[in-house]
């Protein structure tokens, strides 16, 4: 039995959390140990993943880079790149503060709904409050973009993440760091998927997020 993905990475997903029909990785410890030279448990294949960061309230900046430094603690995960922070748009209700944006390459051990886990954990810890409205202004808001070439569909996970493809503020940041990633559903690269995607003129790069993977 392989639950691994082919070298071009495009086994659909398998087991309880995960997708319809195909095959997951194997579930990995959420906290395996650290090997000395990389925060990757050395048995398990890391998979390459890629979120998407936003926030529009507080220190937009400041809290992006914790929530990157966060993740690069935990011991199943590096963070491999970061983009520039993107300043945008707000999609939605119009009456909020503008977003900063950005997107990070992660490796990780985890299963893709661990990772979200992590990921809601990171927001919590920030400062994130839900509501029940779509779309309204928050802290941090940290999203699973591709988990290597990975489908999941489930209802607490949905990868890739489903409207990915007609946000500039997704995919301008994402271009940076991995412009040739393919989206398992449509076939395309993010490079692709960019330049077909309206909205893009808005969009003012800023700094960097962070120096990623941290020395
Ligand atoms: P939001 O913060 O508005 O983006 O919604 C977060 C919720 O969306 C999470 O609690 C997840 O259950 C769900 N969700 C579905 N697909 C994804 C994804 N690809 N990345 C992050 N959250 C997702």
Known sequence: MSSL???????????????????????????????????IAPSVAAREVHIA????????????????????????????????????????PPDQPRYLNGAATLATTLAPA??????????????????????????????????????????????PHPRFRERAFVLLPLAEIAASARDPVTGERVESLLRACPGRSDAVRMGPLGEFPAR
């Open 53 to 92: 960061l936003g926030a529009n309230l507080g220190d937009r900046l400041g809290t992006m880079r914790d929530a990157l430094h966060r993740l690069a603690a935990h011991p199943a995960i590096t963070v491999v790149a970061a983009s520039s922070a993107w300043d945008t748009a707000p999609v939605g």
């Open 114 to 159: 661990e990772l979200l886990a992590v990921l809601l954990d990171v927001e919590r810890a920030l400062g994130r409050e839900r509501t029940s409205t779509r779309w309204t202004a928050r802290s941090i808001d940290l999203d699973i973009v591709l988990f290597g070439e990975y489908t999941v569909d489930t209802p607490d996970l949905a990868v």
């Open 5 to 39: 993905p082919d070298a071009d990475g495009s086994a659909p997903l398998r087991d309880g959390d995960h997708a319809s029909g195909g095959s997951a990785p194997a579930p990995v410890p959420a906290h395996a140990p650290a090997s000395a030279s990389a925060h």
